[in-house]
């Protein structure tokens, strides 16, 4: 006898309103009407929610409670009200609006990686990170990421596949095979001039693994746990450290860490470009945020922050 099974395996896509909302709230420049499901939307999309909805946890770090899910209240809090969210919270919003669009898009469950300096190996975190992949007809796979180091376009999920990012960045999806046999690794190459991420080797090809994918779809729920995890465990970072970043207009990287605030951009002739700024006064803070960011703090939030005594 068959089993009846909940169907709730995606999240909801949003409404022809709300749609229209998000796409007001990015930017976005209609060429077609009505949009189709195409690589190149897909592309417009990114590209225009990676400059202008940031990645934050201010909510989480300035213990408001655990961030939501619900992508009624994610839409209403990133798109009506202006804010932003962490890596949960901007590919819920992006996976909601491409289903309203027609993609057949599905949310997967991602094990970041970290250097283990003392036993020399990279090593998996738990399931703590979203990513959307894109599912087109012709049997190709897309990765899409709107996290803290999001891609600005989509991904071909093929070993070998290899594009350059922002702010002199490369980026390059390998077969894994570590964990499942359909397992990638999405890879990293810092710009030339950055200095090299722990665990690389300097003669090597200057790549380190930034997390660990697979071809799985996810079901809501299954962000349940690790979502109270990032949102209230002492072991995650979010408990003790503010993170802020987005891309620039011009294919930069904005980041805010705590007081500190950097800006790159690459050059055209191969160089680059850093603005770092040690923050040391509520102003400072509050005009970064709101000139780099377009984020404006309530009342509440610019007071937690001034206990911090970071100024």
Wanted: glycine share 6%.
């Amino acid at each position: 006898m068959a089993f009846k099974i909940s169907n709730a395996n995606n999240f909801p896509p949003l409404t022809p309103e709300q749609l229209q909302g998000y796409l007001q709230r990015i930017e976005f420049v209609r060429n077609e009407s009505p949009l189709q499901p195409s690589l190149s939307v897909l592309n417009q999309i990114l590209k225009c929610h990676a400059s202008t909805i940031p990645y934050e946890n201010t909510t989480v770090f300035l213990g408001q409670g655990t961030g939501s899910l619900n992508v009624t209240e994610v839409y209403t809090k990133m798109a009506s009200d202006g804010r932003a969210g962490y890596c949960y919270q901007n590919n819920i919003l992006l996976i909601a609006s491409l289903r309203a669009i027609g993609f057949n898009v599905s949310p997967s469950a991602v094990r970041n990686m970290f250097w283990n300096a003392e036993l020399k190996v990279w090593d998996f975190f738990p399931f703590i990170h979203m990513v959307a992949l894109v599912f087109f007809e012709a049997g190709t796979t897309f990765l899409a990421d709107m996290g803290q180091h999001r891609l600005p376009f989509a991904m071909r999920i093929h070993d070998g596949e290899t594009a350059c990012s922002a702010a002199g960045e490369a980026v390059q999806i390998r077969k894994a095979g570590v964990i499942n046999e359909e397992d990638y690794f999405l890879c990293v190459k810092r710009a030339f001039w950055a200095r090299l991420a722990d665990g690389v080797d300097p003669h090597g090809d200057l790549f380190s693994p930034q997390f660990c994918f697979s071809l799985q779809r996810n079901r809501p729920t299954d962000f349940d746990v690790p979502n109270f995890y990032v949102s209230k465990s002492p072991c995650h970072r979010f408990s003790d450290t503010l993170i802020i970043s987005m891309m620039t207009e011009t294919g930069g990287r904005r980041n805010m860490v705590n007081n500190i605030f950097r800006r790159r951009e690459a050059q055209p002739d191969g160089g680059q470009r850093e603005t770092k700024v040690v923050i040391t006064s509520m102003e400072e803070f509050l005009r970064i945020m709101k000139e780099e960011f377009c984020l404006t703090l309530t009342q509440h939030e610019v007071d937690v922050v001034r206990s911090m005594k970071w100024f």
